[in-house]
């Protein structure tokens, strides 16, 4: 049997076996609801409040100002949804995930004027455009710090500047930045940030919203008065450990060195990739280490993914959370590259699990399949 090769890490990334370890006693003997008051509940609470310090350090934030949810997506919509009233203003970017484009998008029915910025060339949204764009009536902003197709970085802080100066709240989608480069929700100036924990070694279903202290938040769901009256539920108590692991294991990867290995590789896959890819989406500015979007001229994006599928390579050709959709990326779009160019397009994206040998066999199996899907597609036309 192939030995698979996975690089499609902003989709999801495996679970690291260390994290797994953490994890298990609370699958099995240590089963306790962190709400109870019995030794069993009270196990259950200590490991809950032990991840929540965790998820803290790894933010720069306190404690007391995490909330665990069930991913980016809720963390997204806690913080939006929460945050505005029929009569608001809320600024967004065109290239945000889905998880905050359609939250935003319904806003309109509750009353609240939305308005999405453009991004440059490379996906980057201009700061003068966010001042320019502010209201007496704007409650919130919200801009992501690392794009998920291209890895593309976002002005957070000067955003978060700007925020505070007119007194905005600002939430940041941190989602696909968590593990990939260090954060501090105080230099980003942010009120709200959101992680998920499978985009960093994690388990899926779990994530966490970094409330800055004193913000009033409404919460999603009505219920029991877990996580200070902020996300009512029986807390995921092995998720959250897992979580709070994933944290732990992130910060030390800012620490060891391995962000420089992983852009080592990523940089040894796009030149590797020269002659056969036609560009690099995103290429010219800032983005995190893990994330590649290649753009092919005259290839389709989703028969490469297919092709490279059957060879044991796993990679993307949009955004898999909106997988089955084979509209061309609205990321790409709006940067201005052609609807062709967008279906054309191809994501790599590199995790902590991700070898020398691999990046080597990824560079063997793409060049020989573009030569290929490029053969066949002259032969036809
Ligand atoms: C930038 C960004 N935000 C939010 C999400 C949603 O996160 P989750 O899958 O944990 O709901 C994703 C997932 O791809 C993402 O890339």
Request: aromatic share 4%; net charge negative.
């Amino acid at each position: 049997m192939v030995r698979r090769i996975y690089l499609d890490a902003n989709a999801t990334t495996p679970l690291l076996p260390e994290v797994l370890e953490a994890m298990r006693p609370f699958l099995v003997e240590q089963f306790g609801n962190a709400s109870s008051i019995h030794q069993e509940g009270q196990r259950a609470r200590s490991a809950v409040e032990q991840a929540r310090a965790s998820v803290a350090r790894f933010l720069g934030c306190r404690p007391a100002e995490i909330v665990f949810t069930s991913g980016g997506t809720e963390s997204d919509n806690l913080a939006i949804f929460g945050s505005v009233r029929a009569g608001d203003h809320v600024l967004t970017s065109r290239v945000e995930h889905h998880a905050v484009l359609h939250a935003v998008e319904r806003l309109g029915d509750r009353g609240v004027e939305v308005e999405f910025l453009p991004v440059d060339a490379q996906g980057v949204v201009a700061v003068e455009d966010v001042r320019r764009a502010l209201r007496p009536n704007s409650r919130l902003i919200s801009v992501m710090l690392a794009n998920n197709e291209t890895g593309v970085l976002q002005p957070v802080e000067e955003i978060g500047r700007i925020a505070r100066e007119a007194g905005i709240r600002f939430h940041v989608d941190a989602v696909q930045a968590a593990g990939k480069m260090a954060i501090d929700v105080h230099s980003l100036g942010c009120d709200l940030l959101s992680i998920s924990g499978h985009k960093m070694h994690g388990p899926q279903g779990t994530g966490a919203l970094f409330v800055r202290r004193r913000t009033r938040l409404e919460p999603l769901f009505a219920g029991g008065a877990h996580e200070r009256q902020r996300r009512a539920g029986t807390e995921n108590v092995a998720g959250i450990v897992g979580l709070g692991k994933a944290a732990e294991c992130a910060l030390e990867g800012l620490r060891n060195g391995e962000l420089e290995r992983i852009l080592g590789l990523r940089d040894r896959l796009e030149i590797g990739l020269l002659e056969q890819a036609s560009g690099v989406n995103g290429g010219g500015t800032p983005r995190v280490p893990n994330t590649s979007n290649l753009w092919f001229e005259t290839l389709d994006g989703e028969a490469l993914v297919i092709a490279l599928d059957l060879q044991g390579l796993a990679v993307s050709s949009g955004a898999a959370c909106s997988s089955g959709a084979s509209e061309p990326s609205h990321v790409l779009l709006a940067m201005g590259i052609s609807p062709e160019r967008a279906r054309g397009s191809l994501r790599l994206s590199l995790h902590r699990q991700t070898t020398e040998e691999e990046i080597a066999r990824t560079i063997e199996l793409i060049s020989s399949q573009v030569a290929r899907l490029r053969e066949l597609s002259a032969v036809t036309q």
